[in-house]
């Protein structure tokens, strides 16, 4: 039975506690956070488990085995690295950490004490998500062309971390699930529309060593929600719309036909490829179950979990290149330290 | 009654043939083509109409007052110079020209000579687009943030020109008629999937003097197809969705309050705003023919049309730099001969 | 402080529950179901509430105010009859009462005893409902013509009752509060797919004294899921459609302009509107809290709720008529009881 | 090569000539009708076509071998039956005749005279419907539960017709195609929200002799276009929306699954089943040219048209009946001369 505490009972932490207590295997024992009224509610919520203002309660507690960090992402890595220098297991909210340096450090910290280091990337634990990542590596869309995302609406903006840190992250890790290639270089474009504060609009590119390129639409400021995503291969492509209520997830047998035409040497035939449309059944599941289930198997197994820290670290790595490339209006940034000789061709 | 000759019946003069056809106070005289089975299809459905397969017979004809021209981008300067030399008004399909070098000389024979030279910019003339500049002009958006579209489908593969030059010239004739703001500098990234083709994916964007953004995502190989603008303003917000049967244009009384905190000089409250969404009705008239009727009254008045030659310059501009920077993974293309210090803002 | 019993922890009870726990100036004292594991579940979530098998302990218990009847439509008359007889205050899960005698009783028994009862008509505490009243009160749409609502999905067959009396009810209970006039005859048609269970396909059409009809479309069997109303009036015409989430009332300004040909006697001259449409912004606030807190303050000022007995019953006779016009394929049955003089507008 | 005379260009003539000109192996010949200015437009448009306002000029012109008549229907038996006596084929737009006793009379004079007589049931011949009668014709959908359409929109109001007669037709025809039985007994609703016109809402449901019911709702008050038809089956359920760009047809895997619960002899259980979606891609041909190719084959062939005579009567039948019910509020009318005895089922 795994003890877990929570650091942060904000927005977020509420759907944590609520999934890890409906998991079986483990019990919420303390919730921490600095607001008195979040404890409140959790406790009338919850009165089975214990609250507390001092983070520190938990993680000090012999007890509890798994920190759960739900926090400010400035907060990340003093939060975690005080739980794993205590020995606990522990799950971050997304993104890993405010730069890949301290990422390095919580992997390094992690690994040498044997304990698992997990970040919430959520939607990777999608039946949605899964399904694209089955039809992907099985070569159903032949070789990925583009990845290509919008991820808008009127959204809470935020004080300390710009758009791209905000909602980027999603699609980050579902493109670092989904596809097995890292991306070299990145270009992004965008403003801020309040004086003084992050930019709350972007526009990033990500360049991969294959002739392959993915784009992130991502906007705080929108008058509609959409989030929606296309992606295109040589035999197939899909249409992944988050906001469907059933059919999220839209195969499309389209393509192109590229021949060489006999009679030039130089004139090559495009023509075109329209067949039928697929929507694949998906379990309505709930992301966050699973992923708690996953990271409890995890733990006890000890085994990587999906989402390791490493899959956070390389989603900020990206989320660092592209901020800069930001701040010069697309000048491109190469990304250091990624895999980049891998292809996303399955075929 | 103005005599008019049409070079190329391709894709396009037919619906140019159509509309001056049953525009009143003008006749289609002559069309050329270089492929008779094209000019055999003009000639039965237009028996009125003498067809030629040479451009000559129509430029050297002095009863031809306006040469239209909707040929491949390449041979524009070449033909419309000709054109304009024999004493003609020009109409040009668009992009203007295949370079803004070209598209000067053209302004500047057209000038010279006190002849009318036009670009056919056709979404300039629906009532959309018509409505939407009247809003901004109105100030009924505020400041303008941003100008976010998607054009996107399973299109005609070009062989002479990217995507960027197919495509984001529509975007960039509706941005430069409804804003009047000239942007400063462009940043573009895009890849080509078919080794030895111009770039069939790309992403472009436009900064401006203001604190404004401009995006245009543009691909010939989306398994959907989409045409779909956010404009974003500090009043109001847009969706013009020109997929939409009637309700093509949505504005949207929403967007953020922005305070400042009295309790704390650092720190600033942003509110959202959520209000009603309107539709105004939108004339279902066809584009092209109030572009035709627009372009008789200039000849005829000696007026310069909305879409002149410096229309067609500025928008091939953009188009020329963003070529450029996509060759450089997005390096930031400054634009010069914009008039940049004009703001978006109509408050 | 008003103290709530509930009965009947099933599909809507948990719902009901949550709500009474959120709303102040009340206490869910008692829950009582026949199967353990429903209490277990309610017990787990919230310890300070006491849980019992039998109904009766709630119904003695001289503390509890209200008592919350949330079970199958045939025990709603016996268990509210319990209840009044021992001075509790009802609430009715949705449909009143198995027949209109039974809804006749359980009024007449409120009334002698002055206690409070509301049917859970949950549409009616919707701000997209709230607002269609509001348009059709002030004249808005003009004379209203027709009322036409599709209200199907891949639905949970019911053993007891046929999907007129599961589906219709919310319907009927809208038009109820969205119009003032009375239907006075019933046509409806429908069959069962399953040998030996009621109807689970059904349409069911209302005429009213003045020229006005209402139609509704419920189906257990839709492949997808269809929430969707339309309403004509001469001035303006609603599209309602539960499933948007925000837009979920456009007001459109079409119509039709009936006028006399002056040229001849016969001649009727009918030509189109077209004008803008219009969203109004609606609060996301949830209906089951509005309904809760109207019916606790019902209680304390002994005022009689917006969905009273009477309400319930009126919807219970249209239901009965249906029912019977569907055995009969349709053949019109006349609503008696109905006040139907009343007239739809109310220009 | 066959000779075609036109009578009536209204608004739909202009499309029956157009397809009549494009297709191969006949020749428009005569086009008739009493406003001078239709005829101006048909001379202008095709020169090469006699027009008349004397639609005998054409039936009395022995070169002439098929009548093409696009008029209101209170003159289709008139003018068809001068045709046909002429020794003339005869396309008859929609509907058939005014009555079945007419549609009996014309059948009857071709069938005397070996003539094709063909009625203009659009839809039959689109790719969609066509795609739609192929997946029913091999069990793909199993026993056919239902069928439920939605044709509404704001629409040209008749004078001399209901809106069941207008637009019913095109749904009682795809249903005559698509299914083999054959309905036993119609009940239909509506009104008229002009005095002294015909009844623009109307709702009609269909009786087989099978467990089946079909559904009609039509409109000509309707805020919103709508064009969409549910057929439900034992296996698996169809979404045909017309207003789709390209996925006009869904199939849906869904469904119950029915088993009895082996503890109870009484208790049945019904279990849902969703599957995959598929859309299946549609040739984007115009059912127009397909029609009239079809009409020039059996003319040529002297085969019977799919949409032939008794087709037409088919529907005609159908629509006096639905018109009789309407009078009566729903009492349900049936329908004679139906060969009821078919069923659905094609296990």
Known sequence: ?????????????????RNFFEAPDCQVAVVSDLRPDRLARAAARYPSIRT??????????????????????????????????????????????????????????????????????????????G????????????????YDSVRVNLGLFQHDVNVIWDLAVHDLAILDYVVDARPIAVSATGISNVPGKPENIAYVT???????????H?????????RKTLIGGSQKMIVYDDLEATEKVKVYDKGITVTNNLESFY??????????????????????????QHLLHCIEHQQKPTTDGEAGLRVVRVLEAASQSMKERGRPVELTGAKGAAVWSRS
Chains 1, 2, 3, 4 share one sequence.
Not at 1 to 17: A, E, K, R, S
Not at 135 to 143: I, P, T, Y
Not at 218 to 226: A, E, F, G, T
Not at 271 to 292: I, K
């Open 1 to 17: 039975m795994i003890q877990v505490g929570l650091i942060g009972y904000g927005y977020w932490g509420p759907n944590l506690v």
């Open 52 to 129: 507390t203002v001092n983070h520190r309660e938990l993680i000090d507690d012999p007890g509890v085995d798994l920190v759960v960090i739900a926090t400010p992402v400035s907060t990340h890595f003093d939060l975690a690295m005080q739980a794993l220098r205590a020995g606990k297991h522990v799950l971050l909210e997304k993104p890993l950490a405010a730069n890949s340096e301290q990422g390095e450090q919580l992997i390094e910290e992690a690994e040498r004490r044997g304990l698992t280091l997990m970040v919430d990337h959520t939607f990777v634990y999608t039946s949605a998500v």
């Open 131 to 146: 399904k694209i990542r089955e039809l992907v590596a099985a070569g159903a869309l032949g070789d990925v062309y583009y």
């Open 206 to 216: 990500l360049f991969f060593a294959e002739n392959v390129i993915a784009h992130l």
């Open 218 to 226: 991502l906007n705080w400021l929108s008058p509609v929600k959409i």
């Open 267 to 292: 004139q090559m035939l495009i023509g075109y490829r329209t067949g039928d449309m697929w929507a694949p059944n998906l379990p309505a599941s709930e992301a966050l179950q699973s992923e708690v």
